[in-house]
């Protein structure tokens, strides 16, 4: 199956945002809701009875993203940012394998950056909290009744800047593996 998608969305500032306004003067009207383009197409495929592929491209413009202004003595106020952009692919398998074995894997590559330039952020600088790649991968088994189960899954994701401007050292990427059984009695 290929599909595609187009879509406008609206964020709306919560209360928290505006409950604090930087001049400390009570709330913060200035805050105008972020609107957005939302472009997606992508195939679902199935390369044979056991295997699952799902891909996809997207392209997400904002205006007027909600972002920190200041954050001082546990009041944290909030402000409208430039434009935004966010493009990736992201790409996804599923597969049935012998004696009750299943893998799941999924790679997210994204390139998430302010697309017009604010205060002291510059055009082009990466959002904050966003990792430009994530990875998951999974075997799991389970016998053939349900009764018992286990699982192996690993998470990794690349490094995140903590800050809009980019200026200071981002945080690294990190990895995460888990491991999990199940026993049920029937």
Same mark, same amino acid.
């Given at each position: !199956?290929?599909?595609?998608?187009? @879509?406008?969305? *609206?964020?709306?500032? $919560?209360?928290? &945002? #505006?409950?604090?306004?930087? +001049?400390?003067n009570g709330f913060n009207f200035r805050l105008k809701p972020a609107?957005s383009t939302n472009l997606e197409a992508g195939v679902k495929a199935?390369?044979? !009875?056991?295997?699952?592929?799902? @891909?996809?491209? *997207?392209?997400?413009? $904002?205006?007027? &993203? #909600?972002?920190?202004?200041? +954050? ?111 026993a049920q009695e029937r």
């Amino acid at each position: !199956n290929v599909y595609a998608s187009a @879509a406008r969305g *609206f964020e709306a500032p $919560t209360l928290n &945002e #505006l409950f604090y306004s930087g +001049s400390g003067n009570g709330f913060n009207f200035r805050l105008k809701p972020a609107t957005s383009t939302n472009l997606e197409a992508g195939v679902k495929a199935r390369v044979n !009875n056991n295997t699952h592929v799902n @891909a996809a491209v *997207f392209q997400v413009h $904002t205006d007027d &993203e #909600l972002v920190v202004d200041a +954050s001082s003595g546990g009041r944290t106020s909030y402000k409208n940012a430039s434009k935004t952009v966010r493009q990736g692919v992201e790409v996804s398998l599923d597969s049935s394998l012998p004696y009750g074995f299943t893998t799941r894997w999924a790679l997210t590559s994204l390139h998430a950056v302010y697309d017009e330039a604010f205060g002291a952020v510059a055009k082009g600088s990466r959002l904050p909290g966003v990792p430009s790649a994530n990875l998951f991968a999974e075997l799991a088994w389970k016998d053939s009744l349900e009764r018992f189960g286990a699982a192996f899954e690993g998470v990794a994701s690349n490094k995140v800047y903590a800050e809009d401007s980019n200026r200071e050292r981002p945080a690294p990427g990190y990895s995460v593996f888990n491991a999990r059984a199940r026993a049920q009695e029937r």
